[in-house]
């Protein structure tokens, strides 16, 4: 389950009165704008902790659920504030879907302020650590788990089953709805994962380089090396010994091209690529989804779009 953090007393207090002062039903926070509307029907709502989970739970639950995310589109959720929006939508929330793995550290002080049910949809997931980097101390601290197992489309279908059980035990009347467009969400997922290996397979040394840790599980699924900065977002973010190890990782595999993610400040990617030589590509979609005008408004789009990015930054002369 997810870890806690320290909040301070005095937000926690000032949360929870508001909570308790909240007479009358209120709208959703403007993270739940995105989604689905339910028109009216007293469905139930379900609250996600990120837009990508909000997707996937949208997805499977159609008209059939409200579906609200509690951080907004471009959040770096690894240390979210919830805001008094967001209590009062967990005022509303039938259920809470989290992702865990450590990734919401904030989730369990906010829940205190629920009496929603809440699950956890990756407990079918084999967490991965991060990835240790060459010339880290055997006997350091153990490696952090890996939160990002949605980085994965073979991890992805997993997602969706742990979705789908948990909308079913909410509204079990609207089963075969759940498991009818989990089944269609869950084939495209294995297409996806399948045309990235076919092309992966076609590729030699492949090293994935990024600002932060958070790609092991697609780097395990695609058999590529992995390189980062930082080992998870919210940590010490581009020191020089950092951005020193990331220089020296990309020169000594000729990568030809280096990535940051859309929510985190990419200038210490971009001094690693003006030192080594290599491209900095353009930014990878990890913790949160785009607008509904930007490149990746789906699970679905994040996941071609970063795998495209990816595959192309490593096949320079077959993407020319």
């Not at 400040?265 to 690529?273: D, G, I, R, S």
Request: hydrophobic share 35%; aromatic share 4%; charged share 25%.
């Amino acid at each position: 389950m997810p870890h806690s953090t320290t909040t301070s007393t005095a937000a926690l207090l000032a949360l929870g009165a508001l909570l308790l002062s909240s007479c009358s039903p209120a709208g959703g926070s403007d993270s739940g704008s995105d989604g689905a509307e339910p028109g009216g029907e007293d469905v139930p709502v379900v609250l996600t902790t990120f837009t990508v989970l909000q997707d996937i739970a949208a997805e499977v639950g159609g008209d059939r659920v409200d579906v609200r995310s509690i951080t907004p589109l471009g959040a770096e959720i690894h240390e979210y504030d919830p805001t008094p929006g967001d209590v009062r939508d967990a005022a509303e929330a039938d259920l809470v879907l989290a992702n865990g793995l450590g990734l919401e550290a904030w989730l369990e002080q906010f829940l205190d302020q629920s009496e929603a049910s809440t699950v956890v949809v990756t407990d079918d997931i084999d967490p991965l650590p991060v990835t240790r980097l060459p010339g880290h101390p055997d006997d350091s601290t153990e490696m952090p788990i890996n939160p990002h197992a949605w980085m994965s489309p073979q991890q992805g279908v997993k997602y969706v089953d742990g979705v789908e059980e948990a909308l079913t035990d909410l509204s079990p009347q609207d089963a075969e709805v759940f498991a009818e467009n989990a089944d269609a969400l869950r084939e495209e997922l294995e297409d996806l994962d399948a045309e990235a290996r076919d092309r992966a397979e076609q590729l030699d040394d492949v090293h994935l380089v990024t600002c932060e840790g958070a790609f092991s599980y697609l780097a395990e699924d695609l058999d590529f090396g992995e390189h980062y900065l930082w080992p998870v977002n919210a940590d010490d973010e581009g020191s020089p010994q950092q951005i020193e190890a990331q220089i020296r990782y990309v020169q000594d595999h000729d990568v030809p091209t280096v990535f940051c993610e859309s929510t985190v400040n990419e200038a210490a990617q971009q001094q690693v690529a003006q030192d080594s030589g290599a491209e900095l590509g353009e930014p990878l979609y990890v913790d949160s989804l785009s607008a509904e005008d930007g490149p990746v408004p789906s699970y679905l789009d994040l996941l071609r779009h970063d795998l495209e990015l990816i595959l192309d930054g490593a096949d320079v002369e077959g993407s020319e």
